[in-house]
């Protein structure tokens, strides 16, 4: 069978133009491949991008931890070194104390009787004075002899007591003093004001009478006073040491020998 040349030409021309469309089909498939796998790999990349994200993130909080750590141990460090500092001064003071209180036991053994005996040479020393405020003074050494007995009451409080009461007796010797009392003269007993002047005399006008007299040292008893010039004296001397009067000079009888002659 014989084929017009015509359709012959027709043939090879369409084969010819077929050749290309199925190249570029085929290269096509293979751009689209390799897309695909580019796009497949771009995405792999991203998910190991975001792992070492992840893992970088991670190491950083880690580090931070352990930085943060390190300050904390670091700062108990330095606590320790400071609570064995404390340690180490705290067993100072334990031994100084220990030998404090065994020095204090000592102490006490021989401050107590100390005080005992002031408090006797205080008895005797107002037995022996001026007989003035008997009674405040008696309750005081008496108050002295009872707390010196009290277990509740510190060594120091009662050292703090005694020597107050030496002070207490130390002042009356540069004082002027007005009050009143109970007088006991020749069995008779009378209300009396008293002026007493530093340790120097003592003086007394009784209540309602009005009695002068004075402690005469050297006796060791009391004696009377003439009433000139010793009432208008014993007046002047009553509201100098009640304050009603500023301080001014004034005589006073120191013994029967020279009672006339003062003036």
Known sequence: MSIHPWIGGALLV?????????????????LRAIETEGQERSAERRENQVTVD???EA???LVDDYRAELKIVEGLETYIRMLDQQISSQKSEIATLQTSITDVAVIERQILPLMSRMIDGL???VALDVPFLPDERG??????????SRSDV???????????????????GRTIEAYRAKLDVDAASFDA???RIGRVALMYRTVGDERLGYWDVAAGRWES???SPYRRLMDQGLKVARQEIAPELLTIPLNLSNVEAAQ
């Open 193 to 195: 004001d008293f002026l």
């Open 154 to 172: 510190t060594v120091a409080e009662k050292s703090r007591r005694v020597f107050e009461a030496y002070q207490i007796e130390s002042d009356y």
């Open 225 to 227: 006073l003439p009433n």
């Open 59 to 61: 190491t950083r909080r």
């Open 123 to 125: 008895e005797k020393f």
């Open 54 to 56: 992840d893992v970088h």
């Open 139 to 148: 309750k005081r050494i008496d108050d002295l002899r009872e707390l010196l």
């Open 14 to 30: 369409a084969g010819l133009i077929s050749l290309p469309s199925a190249a570029i089909a085929q290269d096509t498939s293979t």
